[in-house]
Nanobody, 113 residues
Framework: QVQLVESGGGLVQAGGSLRLSCAAS????????MGWYRQAPGKQRELVAR???????NYAGSVKGRFTIFRGSARHTVYLQMNSLKPEDTAVYYC???????WGQGTQVTVSS
C-alpha cells in the first residue's frame, strides 16, 4: 500500500498562489497515474488535476490555466501549483494514487476574498 502525505495548504488571499506537495512511500509511485482531488463543504469530491505515467496531464475546467500538476525530479513527489486562486477554490485537497486508489490525509486550502 502506498502512503501519501500532502503538505503546503494554508490561507491565502484571492489572486495569490500556493504549491501543494505530495510525497509517496514507494518508488512505484513514479509509474502510477496521480491526481489531486478537492472537496469543499457541502459539495462532491472533484478531480481537479491528474498526471499519467507518461507525463500527460488533464485538468478540470474550473482550474485549467491556473493550476499545474507535475512530478518532482526525485519522482517520489507530485505537486500542484495553484495560481490566481479564487474563494471558490477553498477546499480540502487530497493527493491520490489513481492506479491503486490510495489517498492522502488531505490538506486545507482557504482562499479569502
Amino acid at each position: 500500500q502506498v502512503q501519501l502525505v500532502e503538505s503546503g495548504g494554508g490561507l491565502v488571499q484571492a489572486g495569490g498562489s500556493l504549491r501543494l506537495s505530495c510525497a509517496a512511500s514507494k518508488s512505484t509511485f513514479s509509474i502510477h497515474a496521480m491526481g489531486w482531488y478537492r472537496q469543499a463543504p457541502g459539495k462532491q469530491r472533484e478531480l481537479v488535476a491528474r498526471i499519467n505515467s507518461g507525463g500527460s496531464t488533464n485538468y478540470a475546467g474550473s482550474v485549467k490555466g491556473r493550476f499545474t500538476i507535475f512530478r518532482g525530479s526525485a519522482r517520489h513527489t507530485v505537486y500542484l501549483q495553484m495560481n490566481s486562486l479564487k474563494p471558490e477554490d477553498t477546499a480540502v485537497y487530497y493527493c491520490v494514487d489513481l492506479d491503486v486508489s490510495s489517498w492522502g490525509q488531505g490538506t486545507q486550502v482557504t482562499v479569502s476574498s
